[in-house]
């Protein structure tokens, strides 16, 4: 499932960019959380710590939204398994934005009157989450957008006390040009589907690229015309020793499958929409061995989140999307901060988000942010394929030793 | 750079109106943009964005040139033909004449007439040719030059951030407390022209040498604020960053600091910061890279595009902390040190591109200054010389690669890019005589140098701290000739790769020879050093700074000396602390001398300085 987007000039997407949501991560919907939004403001429970968790719990995109709470509700049992956090309980306030502008506004204003509530995460789209971002940035409280993932809805001056957790399009491209060069490229080809965010993303590519891999050759495939056999011709032309293709996943195996079959011996890298079953289809068993296709870390493809994911699995009854990890790990950044400055202190707690101790770590290590309030060390990973099967090659992290 | 080629225009190809000379130069170009198998334009030496830029506009010249002179073949062509087809009318008028009126003179007026028309002809065919050949020509120039633009374009946006800094002059100036060492001791054409002393640490001890003397500054770099018209001194130490304005060069103020507190990440109980030696910077985006070698090793990245407030963007762990050096433009940073064991010579690889998003990749670079593979000892500093071939020192050697530009590469003798990550052996190795000796920093000079070619003799410190001048680390002269990668990789014992001893300098028993009679002081070992022209400034310690003239490189002579004696308060005034020199940067005319003790002493140098004298001083990243 791929969800549609809109971008703009500086890669910013109008709704959450998973670009590539695991096919095989079917939500089996739970009951709504107990406290989801109402007209009246919802309450925590006393003498508890509270966190509020912004997300689409109605229309289209309630699936990804539960996944979210679940995974912000699996971190609460955790923390208070382990006694909770300054000695306090800790418990969820739930509230819909559904998905929209003034759904997240709304939805920050209702926590922001939510007695105990110490801070936020979630946010699935971009205007929904920017909204809240700007609300709670006012009134103090530390948020954490977990999904949406354009770099234009964070700003130390317009929303200081809101971070981004997911990596942005632009580290996608970071991500992509650190991989070729473990691969020691030298000539890069890029080929891209008319898509503007695929063309944003090859532009990038391209500019962090410099001055090596040069790039040697440069396609936009157009609408309708989809010969990847020419394309392949066309980019082998030019010599390259990696081809990086940005775009769906189908086109990405097609792609895949006639540069092996033209005698391409060299590096094949494609966005993170590949990590799908249709480009394995598509590539065929030779065509997809040994590809690499740079995403954002999910239950599925990271070994170290196997047992999490079975445990999520058992407690929800499905297994976790990319929300529900983002969101176990915002709320326990959240929790963390608390922790720290050893009380519940909104302006404390979101200066020590930026501050967090070596000792909290993700699934992928420290969690730091930029101060353009980005994540600093993002969540793309390059999985490859090994026996028609993707396995997780690197973690781009300066500890991963493989 | 290369240019791509273009299929030349077809000889005898019908003739074009000259109006339609450029849109066929520039199907011609656009014919040329996707050319399959060319090279692609780059840098071939450390390419900076102006360079790029500078290279661009100087093709769209040369472009802009071919064009026009396209367009003046295409009017003399048109000229030639027209009076051709002139000439072929008038020779078949009276080609027709002569036939019906059957005179001679007819006849002969015929044929002087083909005749004419024949010589046209010729010069319109003459015209063609060369109409063809500038209309090829200006479609090659005109795709290097969209070539060279894109590639300008592309390093422009690689390196986002470019800044002039600040044009605001700030008012903030912190107090400084130094003491100006009116008691130092130095050569006729050393003057003590100014002092500071910057930021304290708040603790008393350090692992400098002179333990009781500390803390002050290990390294200085300097920053130009094109707005300002003039330069910002940086210095770390133990205490952490200071900053001065060099408005006055002979007087710098003290304008802002980054303190030990402010360095501190969460969780952390650092009381200094140690230490980097060789304080690494990017004028272009006004950064400064402080890397830590104690506790959590890394960088701290400082924007100072307010020399005034400068803003710490935060810490980044790397497993090498001693030193760090920009390379490439300050695209990535080299770090090095010890505490990474099973590499041969590790140095790490930090791509700062994005400083928001600084990646350290995780497998080290093996340099193998030795030559030998072997896995123990540390690397101490990466400096990059004119060229940009960028320079590991460490246990046992000295080495240099390529990081940049297209070179061959000796293991798998093809021609490559070189990268950062992925650089490309140039020369170097262990110094005959040294082998077992610890190189602490090195730099390949320039220009020729007595009998050695260009770029042959590399300067070299040994460090090895002790009060005994005969025992302690020289300044070492060597040779690269025969450790160039062509002639060698591995150094074996049966097939040694090493560089030549050439001559080797220490202040023992030269004038301003300091011997503490208590044995206790005089650190004799050589550190970091700079050149202007053939003369050396270097820091050796307890021995403060010498200038050494090495025009000779067989035979270094001693040509100055600097030295501040301690000095308790007393009826000559107040305390002061003894020289515990760790380099000796010029800079402008001056040379600035960050002291473990002292603060910042500033010299002036009256002696002759023969050789070619550079533009800049190049040490560390050798900005330009």
Known sequence: MQLLTTLDGRGRTRRNRWLAPLALTVLTLPAVAACTSTDDAPAAPRGEIAFGVIAPLSGPDKARGQDLVDGARMAVDDLNVRGGIIGQHVSLVTVDDECLDDGGKEAAKQLHLTEKVAGALGGVCDGAAEAAARVLGGNGLPFLITSANSPTLVSAEDTPTAYLTNGTPHQEALAAVHWMAYQAAQRLAVIADDNPQSAYLVNQVISVASPVPKVVSKQTLPAGQR?????????????????????????????????????????????????????LSAAGRDGAEGAFVITTASPQNLPAAAAWTTRFTKTFGHPPGRDALQAYDGLRALGQAVTQTGKVDPALNSAQLAQLEDGFTTFLGELRFAPDHTVKYDNHVVLTVKGGAFTLANTLRSDDGS | ????????????????????????????????????????????????????????????????????????????????????????????????????????????????AAAQAAQASAQAAQAQLAYNDKAAAAAQAAAAAAEAATNAEREAASLAGITDGTATEGTQTLPDTGVFPDNATHSDNVEVVGHVRGLLSNNGSCPAFKATKCPAFSSLNFVHYEKLGYDVMVANGTGGLAVWSLKDPEHPEYIAAVTVDQLKQPGETMTQFWEGENLTVDSRRKLVFLTRDSGTKGLFIIDIKDPWHPKLLGFHRVPLGHTATCINDCRFIWSVGSGVRGVSSPVYVTDVRDVNHPFTYSQAVVSDVRRTGVTSGSTHSVDVDFDGVVWVSGSGGVRGYWTDGKHFDPATQTKRYATAYDPIPYAGGSVSGSESAFLHNAYRFPNALGDRPKGD?????????????????????????????????????????????????????????????????????????????????????????????????????QVGWFRVPDRAAGPDGPAIIGSNASSAYWHNGYVYVPDYGRGVDILKFTGDIPGKHEKKVCWNSCEK
């Open chain 2, 457 to 557: 003799v590399v300067l070299i410190t040994n460090e090895n701290n002790n009060q005994n001048c005969a025992k302690a680390g020289v300044f070492i002269l060597a040779s690269l000739e025969g450790t160039h990668d062509a002639e060698g990789i591995t150094s074996t014992p049966e097939n040694p790769v090493k560089m030549t001893r050439l001559a080797t300098y220490s202040p023992g028993g030269k004038p301003g020879h300091y011997v503490d009679p208590t044995g206790k002081a005089g650190d004799c070992s050589a550190h970091w050093f700079t050149v202007n022209g053939n003369i050396v400034a270097a820091g050796f310690y307890e021995q403060g700074v010498r200038f050494l003239d090495i025009s000779d490189p067989s035979n270094p002579q």
């Open chain 1, 227 to 279: 010969d990847m056999a020419a394309a392949a011709a066309t980019a082998l032309a030019a010599d390259p020793d990696v081809v990086y293709w940005a775009g769906p996943a189908q086109e990405s195996g097609q792609l895949a499958a006639a540069l092996r079959k033209a005698g391409y011996k060299g590096k094949y890298i494609a966005s993170a929409a590949s990590e799908s079953p249709d480009f």
């Open chain 2, 1 to 112: 750079m290369r240019v791509i080629p273009v299929g030349r225009a077809r000889r005898g190809k019908a003739l074009l109106r000259g109006a339609t000379v450029l849109a066929m130069a520039a199907a011609l170009q656009m014919s040329s943009v996707g050319a399959a198998h060319a090279d692609p334009s780059g840098p071939v030496r450390p390419g900076t964005v102006g360079s790029a830029e500078a290279e661009a506009t100087s093709l769209q010249n040369q472009a802009d040139a071919a064009a026009k002179d396209a367009a003046r073949a295409a009017a003399r062509l048109d000229e030639a033909k027209a009076r051709a087809e002139e000439e072929a009318q008038k020779a078949a008028d009276a080609a027709a004449t002569a036939e019906q009126s059957g005179k001679i003179s007819d006849k002969n007026r015929a044929d002087a």
